[in-house]
């Protein structure tokens, strides 16, 4: 079984490199399509993301009809460099802000469902240093010449640099040593998944704004057992890109994700009766800093909320003529 997913909804990039023939899918079937990158910080890179895309997918062939990035409170001008750049800037802490303001990239995601105009939403990482044209059609090419993927996930080598420290295929540190093994151990289809934590997401409105959605690091995980478990694993198809340069974080940064993963991932065993707990997870995460001479806990500040599913906000029901 999990053999035939892999063969049936594993895809290379390149199958989906007939720009013109996605166009034409996407205006017989009347679709908007919209690129998000969620940001804070990302002044280095989210230029040449954005202008990548624009030139290539909304200039020469209008596969994409929007640009948004979503940003956190970046201090270093992102948002600036963002605009000039093409790309349409939203606040996150000013959308919905009835609701409050969780840092976090959940949160951003969350909020872009309203923001959006988009039948089809790409979300992209913002600190990708090689950025291609091939993010956007190779993640919505499934989506659009088969009706009945809702998610397709990237995969791809993720070079790993550190001082003194290079290794091809590293990186994905996380994902390999926290989250397969415990989808290995309670969902077993989902380990199957080459990259289950790629930041690199397309999906369908319609099944996106039923999800609920954690607002920090947990948003992948939740968001790919959510949808397993609710629709299966036919619905979700990954797609290689080859290849995926980006800003590789500290041990300690990995740390904060990894406890916010955890909690993300232990609320879906206990809502799944799964697994069962006397009391609630601890919410406090302390990292170590190390030095010559010092050892120190730190309390670190970490997003361990959620956000309901968006449809059932009234003010997004009302702006997509729902029901209120």
């Not at 040593?177 to 369908?204: H, N």
Request: glycine share 8%; hydrophobic share 35%.
């Amino acid at each position: 079984m999990a053999g035939s997913w892999l063969e049936k909804n594993t895809f290379h990039h390149s199958r989906f490199m007939d720009v013109p023939k996605l166009v034409r899918a996407k205006e017989s079937q009347g679709l908007v399509i919209s690129v998000c990158f969620p940001a804070l910080n990302e002044a280095a890179t989210i230029g040449k993301a954005v202008g990548a895309i624009k030139r290539e997918l909304m200039d020469r062939h209008r596969l994409v009809d929007e640009i948004v990035v979503i940003d956190s409170g970046s201090t270093d001008g992102t948002c600036e460099v963002a605009e000039q750049a093409g790309a349409e800037v939203h606040h996150a802490r000013e959308c919905l802000s009835h609701l409050g303001d969780r840092p976090g990239k959940g949160e951003n995601l969350w909020k872009s469902l309203y923001l959006l105009k988009g039948d089809l939403i790409v979300w992209l990482d913002a600190d990708i240093k090689n950025i291609h044209p091939k993010f956007v059609y190779g993640l919505v090419g499934p989506l659009l010449l088969d009706p009945e993927i809702q998610l397709t996930k990237a995969y791809y080598e993720r070079p790993l640099e550190l001082p003194q420290e290079s290794e091809e295929y590293g990186g994905g540190r996380v994902t390999e040593i926290l989250v397969r093994p415990l989808f290995s151990a309670f969902f077993p289809e989902l380990a199957r998944f080459y990259q289950p934590c790629s930041g690199e997401v397309a999906g369908r409105r319609r099944l996106l704004e039923t999800l609920p959605f954690a607002a920090g690091y947990g948003i992948e995980t939740g968001m790919l057992i959510d949808v397993h478990t609710r629709h299966g694993q036919d619905v979700i198809a990954q797609v290689n890109l080859d290849k995926r340069v980006h800003r590789n974080q500290s041990t300690t940064a990995l740390g904060k994700m990894g406890f916010e993963i955890i909690h993300t991932f232990f609320s879906r065993l206990t809502e799944l009766d799964k697994a069962s707990f006397d009391s609630d997870l601890g919410k406090d995460y302390y990292k170590l800093a190390c030095g010559p001479s010092l050892y120190e806990l730190e309390e670190t500040q970490v997003q361990i909320n959620e956000r309901p599913p968006m449809t059932s906000i009234p003010e997004y029901r009302e702006m997509r003529g729902m029901p209120v």
